[in-house]
C-alpha cells in the first residue's frame, strides 16, 4: 500500500531546494565579486604603474639642460610611458628665431623629425572655449586630412595605421606656444568624451620646461655673438674650433679657416664717422654669411677683423670661397648713412683674406694646439696678403 507524503515532508524537500539556488547564488556572486576585485586590484597596480612611469617622465624632462636633451626626452620617452604610436611637438616660431638660434647651436632637426614649426598659433588649429578661456585639448578619430601634418611618416612608430589623437595646447601665462601632439592605432584611446585632465597637466609641465630651456638656449647663443653684425664671436669660434677638430680627426675629414681684415678700415670710420663703420661691418658680415654653408662657422674676432671655419673644405675648395667673397665685397659699393641732402653715401669696401687647412696629417698634436696653429697660419697669410697690396686672397697650408 502506498503512503502519501506528508506535507511537512514537501516543504522540508523545497527548502532544500531554495537554499541549495541561494547557496549557489551567493557563490556566483562571490566569484563575480573577486573577479571584480581581481580586476579592480589589476587596475590600480597597472595605475600606480603608470603614474610611477610618468613621475619619472617628468623628473626626467625637468632635468634636461638643453634644447636637444628635452625633445630628445620627449620622444624616446613619452611614447613609451603612455603607450603611444606617435608623439610630436608643434612650437609657435615667429620669424623662424627658435629654429635659426638652435641650428646656429648646433641642433640637427633631422635627428628630431617630430619637433614641426608654425609661424602663427592660429595654424595649430585650436578655438578658444570662451571669451579669456583657455584653448581646450581636441581628441577624436584620426584624419590624415586634418592631421597628416602633424604626424609626419618619419615621425611615427613604424608603419602602425594612426586612429586616434590627442591634440593638446602648450600655454604658457595664457599664451599659445605650440602643441603636444599624441597619436594611437586604437581608435578608443583617445575620444571627446574621454577626461583632459591628466593630458593637460602632461603637456603644461612640457611647456614650462620647453620655455626655460628655450630662454637658456637663448641666453647662451646672445653670450656667444657679437651683438653689433650678429654673426658669432670668438668665444664660440674658439670652442667650435676645438670640437670640430676633435670629429675631424674621427672622421677623417679636412677643415679650413679664413682670416679676413678690411682693408683701411680707419679711414672708413674717419670718413663715415663710427655709424658709417658700424653699417660697413655689419654688411661684410652679411656678404661673407651668402656665401657660405649652414654647417660653416663666422665669427668676429674684433675690430674690423672676422675668422670663418669651413666644415669638410680642403685648402683648395676653401680658397675658392674665399675668393667669392672677397669679389663679392669689392664688386659692389656699400650704401651708408649720409650727413648729406642725399641722405646716404657709397663707399668701395675691399678685404685681405688668409686660408690655412688642417690636413688629416695633425693627429699628433694636442687639439688646442693644432687649433691655435690653423688660426696662426691663417693669420700669416692675411698679414701676406696685406703685404702684397690688399684686396687679395692668400693660401698657406696649416701642415
Do not use: W
Amino acid at each position: 500500500m502506498i503512503q502519501p507524503i506528508s506535507p511537512a515532508s514537501d516543504q522540508q524537500g523545497s527548502d532544500a531546494s531554495s537554499l541549495a539556488a541561494s547557496i549557489a547564488r551567493l557563490e556566483a556572486e562571490n566569484q563575480a565579486l573577486r573577479v571584480r576585485m581581481g580586476y579592480l586590484h589589476e587596475q590600480l597596480e597597472r595605475n600606480h604603474d603608470i603614474m610611477g612611469r610618468h613621475q619619472a617622465f617628468d623628473l626626467e624632462i625637468v632635468g634636461a639642460a638643453t634644447f636637444p636633451e628635452l625633445i630628445g626626452t620627449i620622444f624616446r620617452t613619452l611614447p613609451v610611458v603612455s603607450e603611444l604610436d606617435g608623439v610630436t611637438l608643434s612650437l609657435v616660431d615667429e620669424g623662424d628665431d627658435i629654429l635659426v638660434v638652435m641650428e646656429k647651436l648646433g641642433v640637427d632637426f633631422s635627428d628630431f623629425p617630430q619637433m614641426l614649426f608654425v609661424q602663427h598659433p592660429e595654424e595649430l588649429g585650436f578655438m578658444p572655449a570662451g571669451e579669456g578661456a583657455p584653448q581646450l585639448p581636441l581628441l577624436g578619430p584620426f584624419d590624415a586630412t586634418v592631421h597628416g601634418a602633424r604626424f609626419p611618416a618619419s615621425a611615427t612608430a613604424g608603419k602602425l595605421v594612426l586612429r586616434s589623437v590627442a591634440l593638446v595646447p602648450l600655454l604658457r601665462n595664457k599664451r599659445l606656444i605650440g602643441s603636444l601632439n599624441l597619436a594611437s592605432s586604437d581608435s578608443a584611446r583617445f575620444t571627446p568624451a574621454l577626461g583632459t585632465d591628466f593630458v593637460k597637466h602632461m603637456a603644461s609641465i612640457i611647456a614650462i620646461c620647453l620655455e626655460n630651456v628655450i630662454s637658456n638656449e637663448m641666453l647662451k647663443y646672445i653670450g656667444l655673438t657679437d651683438a653689433l653684425t650678429g654673426v658669432y664671436n670668438r668665444r664660440y669660434i674658439d670652442r667650435r674650433m676645438l670640437e670640430e677638430i676633435a670629429r675631424a680627426r674621427r672622421q677623417q675629414y679636412c677643415i679650413a679657416c679664413m682670416y679676413i681684415d678690411i682693408d683701411h678700415f680707419k679711414k672708413v670710420n674717419d670718413t663715415h664717422g663710427h655709424q658709417g663703420g658700424d653699417e660697413v661691418l655689419r654688411e661684410v658680415a652679411a656678404r661673407i654669411r651668402q656665401e657660405l654653408r649652414r654647417s660653416d662657422a663666422l665669427g668676429r674676432f674684433g675690430g674690423e677683423e672676422f675668422v670663418v671655419l669651413l666644415i669638410d673644405a680642403d685648402l683648395d675648395s676653401a680658397t675658392f670661397v674665399a675668393e667669392r667673397i672677397r669679389a663679392s665685397i669689392a664688386g659692389t659699393p656699400f650704401d651708408l648713412p649720409g650727413a648729406g641732402q642725399a641722405g646716404a653715401v657709397q663707399a668701395s669696401v675691399s678685404v685681405s683674406i688668409g686660408v690655412a687647412s688642417l690636413p688629416s696629417q695633425s693627429e699628433q698634436l694636442a687639439i688646442e694646439v693644432v687649433a691655435q696653429q690653423l688660426v696662426a697660419h691663417a693669420d700669416q697669410a692675411l698679414y701676406q696678403a696685406k703685404a702684397n697690396g690688399r684686396n687679395l686672397v692668400v693660401s698657406a697650408s696649416a701642415s
